[in-house]
């Protein structure tokens, strides 16, 4: 069993930043991947940014590519998503998830357990 508690977000102004983090205790951390997913009103979840266990591999979707960088402290049992240059576009409710059998992913199928998200709201 994972817990995962996001916090962080927050209402910010177009080109601004927000760094949101998530806390993790269950099992070792430093075992399994981690991944970022957004859903914004109206829309399907969608995959962000995902790392693997040890941090050396990344990988994030192109329309955050350049602006999010996500990292992981695992002394800290914490995943962090930085966000710069933020857009109205990226408003949404960020989730972070963990997944246990793989080095992270793209898809919300291989993830074995979520938090329960962190609204970030971008005016323009």
């Known amino acids: 069993q994972v817990q995962l508690v996001e916090s962080g977000g927050g209402l910010v102004q177009a080109g601004g930043s927000l760094r949101l983090s998530c806390a993790a205790s269950?099992?070792?951390?430093?075992?399994?991947?981690m991944g970022w997913f957004r859903q914004a009103p109206g829309k399907d979840r969608e995959f962000v940014a995902t790392i693997s266990s040890g941090g050396g591999y990344t990988y994030y979707t192109n329309s955050v590519k350049g602006r999010f960088t996500i990292s992981r402290d695992n002394a800290k049992n914490t995943v962090y998503l930085e966000m710069n240059s933020l857009k109205p576009e990226d408003t949404a409710v960020y989730y972070c998830?963990?997944?246990?059998?793989?080095?992270?992913?793209?898809?919300?199928?291989?993830?074995?357990?979520w938090g329960q998200g962190t609204q970030v709201l971008v005016s323009s």
């Open positions: 269950g099992r070792i951390f430093s075992s399994y991947a």
């Open positions: 998830a963990a997944d246990l059998g793989g080095e992270g992913s793209r898809y919300e199928k291989e993830y074995d357990y």
